[in-house]
Each structure stands twice: as structure tokens, then as C-alpha cells.
């Protein structure tokens, strides 16, 4: 009687012999069944989504698409947060500036320095305020969807639609953006040409103000954190519920003023940077490549939309005349911004490096 062991050995021959791996005696080793598989296999996959066009990059945002789509949507209903956590933190800082600081300001400084801060903290309350609600309820500006004589760089892939200089896609929106910056989740909207100036006063502004309380509290902070400190010792200080409330408070207006200062001040002075080179996020790494692939053949890169600092700021604010820095940045404006963002002034020997 044969045992179970030889029964293995002959079902194990066989299954080998048919995938070709152990050939019978006397005959040649013949190409191997399951590289045959394989190769059918990967044709008959390849015919449902092969594209010569098809490269690595493709690839990799087809594998993505999924996250991307699912960090969009988040982005737009996290969005709604955003805004109001700026709301609800800025009026933190404002309630306890006014409960907590200027009552110690009335009672401890001269009446010039009184003065100043009740100017200076007003002015600076109030653009920062209009500014971030233009930021938010202005549209950055969409290019037509009818057919018209604006010239046109390149076709949207995604709207489908002949897309002008500076313009760009925001998977966010799911539209295209005039001189589009970048998609902002604490505006809940996108950043373009209608609502550039006031995204970056708003941030300039915020910026002031930090610095403004983190500096003006300083002095505050250090005494209420030393009030703190205080209070683990034993015995203990006797102060009041609404003493320990001031310090904490105090304590909290430092530590975030501190922090959103160093935080937005880098964001602020990254788009001046941006401003002062007439250029955009978004054309920042277009022209970073553009320059690399130019520097290659021996040519220089020249942005079409650079007119020289001082220009650049002025037709950023739409300063055209020397009152408009007064009112129209250092005093809250409306007025709308240089052009049109369908078409752009280039200098003529500009033209063949122009980003888009």
C-alpha cells in the first residue's frame, strides 16, 4: 500500500508539470507557464487603462485622487470652522483687552500715552475687521464661461473652458480664479484678484495688532504669571475669583498674540516677498521650474508681470496717486483693483516667458 507521502509527491509533480516548472524526463526545461500567465495577465490589464501618454506623475494622481478629493471636501466644511474659531478668538482678545488692559492702562499711564492706544488700538480694530469680512465676501473673481474675445493662454481640464493669463483651478471651489493665489480655509473662500489686497491687509493688520498687544501686555503678563506662579507656594496669596480670572486672562491674551504674531508676521512678509516680485503663489513654482528649464539652454527667466518694486506695490493697493496710501490703505477702501485679471499689460519682449 502506497502512503500519503508518495500521493503529496505525485500531486505536487503534477501541478508542477502543468505550470511548466518540472519538465518530464528527457525533455528540455520549457519556458516557465507562470511567467506566461503573468505577461497575459498584465496585457489584459494594461488594454483597460493603458495610455502612452501615461507617465509616473499621472499615475501617482490617480492613486490620490481619492485623498485629494476627500482633503477638498473637508477643507470646504472645515472651512466654516475656521472662520468662526478667527472670530471667536479675535473677540476673546478684544473683550479682554478692554476688561483687562485698558483699565490698567487708564489707571498707570500718562494721558498722551492713554490717548495713543485709544487711537492707535481703534484704527488698527477697525481695518482689521473690514478687511477680513471683505476677505471673506468678496469673490475672487471667475473668468466667463461663454465664449469671447479675451485671449487665452491654455484650456481648463477640469471646467473645460478657455482659461486667461493667471488663471487657475481651485479643486476646492471646483472653479477657475482670476490671478489666483491659493485657497484660504480661514477665509473660507479663495484668494484671487478681486480679494488679494484685502487677504494681505487683513493679515498685515492682525499681524499689527498682535505685536501691538503682545508688547502693550507684556508688563501685564509677567506679573500675572508671577501671581500664578505664586499661588502654589504655601500658604497660598488670598486673592479674589475675579483677580485669578485677570491673570489667567492676561496669561492667555500674551501667549496668543505672541503666537500668532511670530506665525503670521513669517505668512505676511512671505506674501510681501511675493508682491514686491509681481508674482502669486501659484506662479511662484511655475516660475521657479520655468527659470530651471531656461537656465538649461542658457537663457535668463524675466517675469512678465514684474514693473519694478514701487510698481508692483502700487498696483497691488491701486495706488494712483500720492493721497491713495492714505485712503486707500491706511483707511479702509472698496475700491476695486488694478485691471481686469482677464487681461494683463506685458512689455513686448516679455511676451515668449510669460507664465501662466
Avoid at 512678465?304 to 495706488?319: E, T
Wanted: one cysteine or more.
Amino acid at each position: 500500500m502506497r502512503s500519503w507521502r508518495w500521493f503529496l509527491s505525485r500531486v505536487m509533480r503534477l501541478f508542477l508539470r502543468w505550470f511548466r516548472l518540472c519538465p518530464r524526463r528527457g525533455r528540455r526545461k520549457r519556458p516557465s507557464r507562470l511567467r506566461d500567465l503573468w505577461h497575459y495577465w498584465r496585457v489584459l490589464l494594461k488594454s483597460l487603462y493603458y495610455n502612452v501618454l501615461t507617465n509616473s506623475d499621472t499615475a501617482l494622481d490617480c492613486v490620490f485622487e481619492p485623498i485629494y478629493w476627500l482633503v477638498d471636501n473637508m477643507t470646504r466644511w472645515f472651512g466654516v470652522v475656521f472662520v468662526s474659531l478667527v472670530i471667536v478668538l479675535t473677540s476673546s482678545v478684544v473683550i479682554i483687552v478692554y476688561l483687562c488692559v485698558l483699565p490698567i492702562i487708564f489707571s498707570t499711564y500718562p494721558v498722551h500715552w492713554i490717548l495713543w492706544h485709544l487711537c492707535y488700538g481703534h484704527w488698527n480694530l477697525l481695518m482689521l475687521v473690514y478687511h477680513y469680512y471683505k476677505a471673506t465676501t468678496t469673490y475672487p473673481g471667475f473668468p466667463p464661461q461663454e465664449k469671447t474675445d479675451i485671449p487665452t493662454v491654455t484650456l481648463c481640464k477640469k471646467c473645460i473652458v478657455p482659461k486667461p493669463a493667471r488663471t487657475h483651478h481651485c479643486s476646492i471651489c471646483s472653479r477657475c480664479i482670476l490671478k489666483m493665489d491659493h485657497h484660504c480655509p480661514w477665509l473660507n473662500n479663495c484668494v484671487g484678484h478681486f480679494n488679494h489686497r484685502y487677504f494681505f491687509s487683513f493679515c498685515l493688520f492682525m499681524t499689527m495688532a498682535c505685536i501691538y498687544c503682545s508688547i502693550s501686555a507684556k508688563d501685564m503678563f509677567l506679573d500675572a504669571y508671577n501671581a500664578i506662579e505664586s499661588s502654589y507656594q504655601t500658604p497660598p496669596p488670598a486673592f479674589t475669583r475675579q483677580e485669578r480670572m485677570v491673570h489667567k486672562s492676561l496669561v492667555y491674551l500674551w501667549v496668543l498674540t505672541s503666537s500668532v504674531a511670530v506665525a503670521l508676521g513669517g505668512l505676511t512678509l512671505w506674501h510681501a516677498m511675493l508682491i514686491s516680485r509681481g508674482e502669486t503663489s501659484v506662479e511662484r513654482h511655475i516660475n521657479r521650474k520655468e527659470r530651471k528649464r531656461l537656465r538649461l539652454k542658457g537663457k535668463v527667466f524675466r517675469n512678465p508681470y514684474h514693473r519694478g518694486k514701487i510698481n508692483n506695490w502700487k498696483i497691488f493697493f491701486g495706488v494712483e496717486k500720492q493721497s491713495d496710501w492714505l485712503t486707500r490703505v491706511l483707511l479702509p477702501s472698496g475700491h476695486l483693483p488694478h485691471g481686469d485679471g482677464l487681461t494683463w499689460d506685458c512689455p513686448s519682449h516679455r511676451n515668449n516667458t510669460m507664465a501662466i
